[in-house]
């Protein structure tokens, strides 16, 4: 019989990022009231596609799930969310090659980040850009 003695618990955090030049510049392409609509419709999107992502890896759809992951890119570029673009690239490879144990790792990790980007962008909104 194994007795463990010592259990150390690894607390997983992302730092986030959100690219204050991109999105700058999108608000200075358009007024104020347009350029905080497309910001909120890109936070839902995100928010639902990261549904979606978590719901079709359950699945088992690596197919649905790369097209998901995918789709989170753009978005996620459009807004300044850079990071999290990225990861959802590294997801979108995983699903691609059927690398089960990194895209279990890699989807955890867009979790973590999608919800940590989107509270930075929430309380950025209060902020004058």
Do not use: F
Request: contains cysteine.
């Amino acid at each position: 019989m194994i007795v463990l003695k010592n259990v150390t618990q690894i607390r997983l955090a992302e730092a986030v990022h959100v690219d204050q030049d991109r999105l700058g510049a999108l608000y200075s392409q358009m007024d104020a009231d347009s350029a905080e609509d497309v910001v909120c419709r890109a936070m839902e999107e995100l928010a639902l596609r990261m549904g979606h992502c978590d719901r079709q890896y359950r699945a088992g759809d690596l197919g649905a799930l790369h097209k998901s992951s995918k789709s989170l890119i753009a978005i996620a570029d459009q807004i300044g969310m850079t990071v999290l673009a990225g990861v959802a690239r590294d997801v979108a490879t995983c699903a691609k090659t059927g690398d089960l144990v990194a895209l279990a790792a890699t989807l955890g990790r867009l979790m973590r980040t999608g919800e940590g980007s989107l509270s930075a962008i929430w309380e950025l909104q209060d902020v004058t850009i």
